[in-house]
T-cell receptor
Framework: GAVVSQHPSRVICKSGTSVKIECRSL??????MFWYRQFPKKSLMLMAT?????????EQGVEKDKFLINHASLTLSTLTVTSAHPEDSSFYIC??????????FGPGTRLTVL | QKEVEQNSGPLSVPEGAIASLNCTYS??????FFWYRQYSGKSPELIMF????GDKEDGRFTAQLNKASQYVSLLIRDSQPSDSATYLC????????????FGKGTKLSVKP
């Protein structure tokens, strides 16, 4: 139980394009999902908290207009990186909040912006 | 500033030994504590969580919580090379639902 998927697992795009990443809770409903970013050999950095049916809460320093989050259902949240640049290249990981306030992580999406 | 501190390591133990990973946290109001394992290039996977003082055992893993001293530890018995990974301690301090503060992780290396 408590399986979270992400799609795509890997994406390469040109600078200036937008990329959408999907996060799904497969066997449970998640009112709350989280989006993290992790640079090589660095720790997880929380970008935003996504709540179903309401606006996401962004962490300080994260541009909400650049990282668009939509949590349209209890099993799906999407992160769109708009006008991506090489410095946005990173490992993006979502998690979904399950029972006992436990976060279950998706497998991550590796974004490379050329 | 709520913080979670871990020794970055690397912690090196021989195969079959007990690996002891420690974590301290700054906020006394913290309510729940989690250990995740992260292999290189992969996302974190939950090992176990603990809420109450004392020990909680799950297979080869034991989590220990001492709220008075504000530390939580993870013991791995009979360590295997496949246990080699970075172990992340995470603390829910009772703020936004489910919001965790992560330590930077301890890298464990189990030598055959």
């Amino acid at each position: 139980g408590a399986v979270v998927s992400q799609h795509p697992s890997r994406v390469i795009c040109k600078s200036g394009t937008s990329v959408k990443i999907e996060c799904r809770s497969l066997d449970f409903q998640a009112t709350t999902m989280f989006w993290y970013r992790q640079f090589p050999k660095k720790s997880l950095m929380l970008m935003a908290t996504s709540n179903e049916g309401s606006k996401a809460t962004y962490e300080q320093g994260v541009e909400k207009d650049k990282f668009l989050i939509n949590h349209a259902s209890l099993t799906l949240s999407t992160l769109t990186v708009t006008s991506a640049h090489p410095e946005d290249s990173s490992f993006y990981i979502c998690s979904a909040l399950g029972g006992a306030d436990t976060q279950y992580f998706g497998p991550g999406t590796r974004l490379t912006v050329l | 500033q709520k913080e979670v501190e871990q020794n970055s390591g690397p912690l090196s133990v021989p195969e079959g030994a007990i690996a002891s990973l420690n974590c301290t946290y700054s906020d006394r109001g913290s309510q729940s504590f989690f250990w995740y394992r992260q292999y290189s290039g992969k996302s974190p996977e939950l090992i176990m969580f603990i809420y109450s003082n004392g020990d909680k055992e799950d297979g080869r893993f034991t989590a220990q919580l001492n709220k008075a001293s504000q530390y939580v530890s993870l013991l791995i018995r009979d360590s295997q090379p496949s246990d080699s990974a970075t172990y992340l301690c995470a603390v829910n301090y009772g703020g936004s639902q489910g919001n965790l503060i992560f330590g930077k992780g301890t890298k464990l290396s189990v030598k055959p």
